[in-house]
């Protein structure tokens, strides 16, 4: 088994969808799938019983998911010693993040970072992206990972993964059945929401306003389990990035998909200044596969 392989069968276990994995692993679907196929045929057996709407794994690729991340975790581990050993670094680093971005474990970064660099100082904050890009320009923090927000030119930008906006709503709301649903037909429902300086809050005003219409949000919240749970509640609906509807929290929550074009999507990335000496080792990171060794943080 080729360590690759095991990446992208662990990312595949864990988003139990094809699209999304290859997202994950920034590979496309068919080099994805393909990599998926030749693991079987080495293993002798199913790993996934694929369906029109899911991947789930096999009672073999069940068994297989624990030792595939064991393995993984020690890949890197090692790697990590080498690059402890041979190039020790100083000094801090400033870190920025939204909460719950989707397409990345920023969590999961800051342990792999500090695993190798144990002599950089590490400090962590969290607030909503427009804050966060502000804090960044002012040089107050060397990088912040973010979402779903028009970024200025004078910073240095990577996007991270894309995903659609989705509604997610009571299990009793009318449109709950429907295969899409356009902003119209949302207009007079009552929103749960984040407050505005949170990336997906400007990514929905700005998607009501381009087409003239007005919404009332009745919740603004700072938390995306808060908004999940007064959604269940029935406060109201709530047009959150992908990822969020597939929250375990969510699971009993309908999402329907919006008309194509109704909303951009949700674009997460990550943002530096030019004179963030330590940022670069931390996008490292990103671009590392082994870094998906653990779930993300959703």
């Known amino acids: 088994m080729e360590q690759r392989q095991l990446e992208y069968f662990v990312a595949l276990a864990e988003e139990q969808h094809f699209t999304r994995a290859a997202e994950r692993c920034r590979v496309s679907q068919s080099?994805?799938?393909?990599?998926?196929?030749?693991?079987?045929?080495?293993?002798?057996?199913?790993?996934?019983?694929?369906?029109?709407?899911?991947?789930?794994?096999?009672?073999?690729?069940?068994?297989?998911?624990?030792?595939?991340?064991?393995?993984?975790?020690?890949?890197?581990?090692?790697?990590?010693?080498?690059?402890?050993?041979?190039?020790?670094?100083?000094?801090?680093?400033?870190?920025?993040?939204?909460?719950?971005?989707?397409?990345?474990?920023?969590?999961?970064?800051?342990?792999?970072?500090?695993?190798r660099y144990p002599a950089?100082?590490?400090?962590?904050?969290?607030?909503?992206?427009?804050?966060?890009?502000?804090?960044?320009?002012?040089?107050?923090?060397?990088?912040?990972?973010?979402?779903?927000?028009?970024?200025?030119p004078t910073?240095?930008?990577?996007?991270?993964?894309?995903?659609?906006?989705?509604?997610?709503?009571?299990?009793?709301?009318?449109?709950?059945?429907?295969?899409?649903?356009?902003?119209?037909?949302?207009?007079?429902?009552?929103?749960?929401?984040?407050?505005?300086?949170?990336?997906v809050r400007r990514l929905n005003d700005a998607a009501f306003a381009r087409r003239g219409l007005t919404r009332a949000v009745r919740c603004s919240v700072d938390d995306v389990h808060t908004l999940i749970d007064l959604v269940r509640r029935g406060l109201g609906v709530a047009l959150v990035p992908q990822h969020v509807a597939h929250k375990p929290e969510a699971r009993l929550l309908p999402s329907v998909d919006l008309t194509p074009g109704e909303s951009a999507d949700w674009v997460v990335s990550a943002v530096v200044t030019s004179a963030a000496s330590l940022a670069p080792r931390l996008l490292e990171i990103t671009e590392d596969p082994a870094a998906e060794e653990s779930p993300q943080a959703a």
């Open 31 to 115: 080099g994805l799938s393909a990599a998926i196929r030749r693991l079987e045929t080495e293993l002798g057996t199913k790993l996934f019983d694929r369906t029109t709407r899911s991947v789930v794994p096999t009672t073999a690729g069940t068994a297989l998911i624990p030792h595939a991340r064991e393995i993984l975790a020690q890949t890197a581990a090692a790697r990590d010693a080498v690059v402890r050993s041979s190039h020790q670094l100083a000094g801090s680093l400033r870190v920025g993040s939204e909460q719950c971005l989707g397409s990345v474990d920023v969590n999961l970064l800051l342990e792999r970072f500090h695993r």
């Open 120 to 152: 950089v100082d590490i400090q962590f904050m969290q607030a909503g992206s427009h804050h966060l890009v502000d804090l960044v320009q002012d040089d107050e923090l060397d990088i912040a990972f973010v979402g779903g927000i028009e970024l200025p």
């Open 155 to 199: 910073l240095q930008t990577l996007e991270l993964g894309r995903r659609p906006v989705v509604l997610l709503c009571p299990s009793d709301h009318p449109l709950a059945a429907h295969s899409t649903v356009s902003l119209s037909q949302l207009s007079t429902s009552d929103f749960v929401d984040f407050r505005p300086s949170w990336g």
